[in-house]
């Protein structure tokens, strides 16, 4: 992360969403009982991004169908195109696709690191909290008459986030992370 903060490296978190086309309801209260549309359909629109670290810019690619190792590599081509000659360092969860062979052989052909978090950590990958903002913003009490209006808003939500959303994001993006130099185990 130094690294990064002088310019010598770039280093994105990445991570998968899968937005599932149906009913995000936030709080409905009522003295009469009230009937909220929602959506019927088990659609997915699927979105593999991969934030910045220092600049909070999100790059993505997203499908209808499943993300996999295929989708992974496309990402890490995506990213050594943009970023030609600085290392890149890639915080990644343990989910299967990055993990897979074809992905292995990739990221080594194009030279960028892979770092796994270790399992179960979610709060550790700070796009974990952008996925959570995109479904506030986007989703969230909020109906979508069909999938394509659902898939729009969410692109849309993405692509303001650098722009319309700075203010909102800003606080969400910290570099707070806790570290441990000495860990002790308690014994009961």
């Known amino acids: 992360m130094e690294e990064a903060r002088r310019g ?4 994105f978190f ?6 599932v086309f149906g009913a995000f309801l ?32 999100l790059v993505w690619v ?23 000659k600085k290392p890149i360092t890639l915080v990644l969860d343990n989910a299967r696709y990055p993990r897979c062979h074809l992905v292995q052989g990739v990221d080594a052909s194009l030279n960028i690191e892979l770092l796994f978090l270790p399992p179960y950590s979610p709060n550790l990958n700070l796009i974990e909290r952008v996925w959570k903002f995109v479904k506030k913003q986007a989703l969230a009490s909020r109906y979508h008459e069909d999938f394509a209006s659902f898939t729009a808003t969410i692109t849309a ?14 606080p969400l993006l910290p570099w ?13």
Request: charged share 25%; hydrophobic share 35%.
């Open 157 to 170: 939500c993405l692509t303001q986030l650098p722009t319309h959303h700075t203010a909102a994001m800003k």
């Open 14 to 19: 990445v991570d998968a969403a899968h937005f």
């Open 62 to 84: 997203d499908n209808l169908t499943y993300v996999n190792g295929e989708t992974v590599c496309q990402r890490l081509q995506k990213l050594r195109r943009q970023e030609k």
């Open 26 to 57: 936030g709080l409905v209260w009522s003295f009469v009982r009230r009937f909220v549309p929602t959506a019927a359909g088990r659609q997915r629109f699927n979105v593999l991004g991969a934030l910045n670290a220092v600049t909070r810019k």
């Open 176 to 188: 707070n992370f806790q570290t441990f130099d000495k860990s002790q185990r308690m014994n009961r």
């Open 8 to 11: 010598e490296r770039e280093v």
